[in-house]
């Protein structure tokens, strides 16, 4: 199960940085030629379903992490969860480009009109989950557990800006 989890956010992780370089159609250099310039097409249909697989792979590091946490388990164990998360989080704005707005997705129109408080966002959940991710590697249990709370709340403070809310319907 973890190696299929780790595929589909690796699809997720090279769909974003195909379409951050190529957002709205645009032309970047080709990997192997940096003097040729390839267009790739953006189907936002295909971006908004990556995004979606990243976020429930994200919630299901997260919920790892609380299960290991609560049993007072071996936390230099979630070190790869927890940089997973802050690679998601460094990844994140490239899975929102212009022109990925389309149903259903969960994303405010602020995403892409308030780009700047967005990245910022994404920057805070990439720092709060590289910390974690550090103090995970350390076997840090209490300190694990404090962070996971600070991540949780930088992932919260987007969603609370950037997300449609769940009970609105």
Known sequence: MRGGMIAILGSALVLAAATGANAGGQTAPAASTPSR???VPVDPAAILAGRK???????A???GMKAVIDSGGDVTKQAFAARSLANWAKALP???PPGSNVAPTEALPNVWTDRAGFDAKAAAYAEAAGK???LAKAGDKPGFAAQWGEVGKTCGGC???YRKDDKKG
């Not at 697989?53 to 919630?59: G, H, N, T, Y």
Request: proline residues 0%; glycine residues 10%.
């Open 94 to 96: 490239g899975m929102f």
């Open 61 to 63: 590091n997260f919920g």
């Open 53 to 59: 697989a990243a976020f429930l792979l994200s919630a």
């Open 37 to 39: 310039a390839v267009s």
């Open 132 to 134: 974690l991710a550090a």
């Open 159 to 161: 969603h609370d800006t």
